[in-house]
């Protein structure tokens, strides 16, 4: 199977969420963060350092239970801005 390259978008977005997740993290370890989310450490890794930009749902949300996040403050904190269109008359 092939995969669709990546658009900047999805990249920049997979960068935001690493960020937020180092952020959330603080000073517990990547192995008791991913342990507690039932993930590998090395998933974990890979996610905060934007090598998984698209990680699976299920993942997210399970690190968002470990971290203290809801899914509410991971998408705030992972989507684009976007300036307004204008409307087409």
Known sequence: M???P???EERLRGERLGALLRT???ERSMAAVAASAGISAETLRKIETGRAPTPAFFTVAA??????LSLDEI???CASVRTAEPLSA
């Not at 690190?63 to 203290?68: I, K, M, P, T």
């Open 63 to 68: 690190l968002a239970g470990a971290l203290g």
């Open 2 to 4: 092939v995969r669709t």
């Open 24 to 26: 959330a993290r603080g």
């Open 6 to 8: 990546l658009t900047p």
């Open 75 to 77: 998408l705030g904190g």
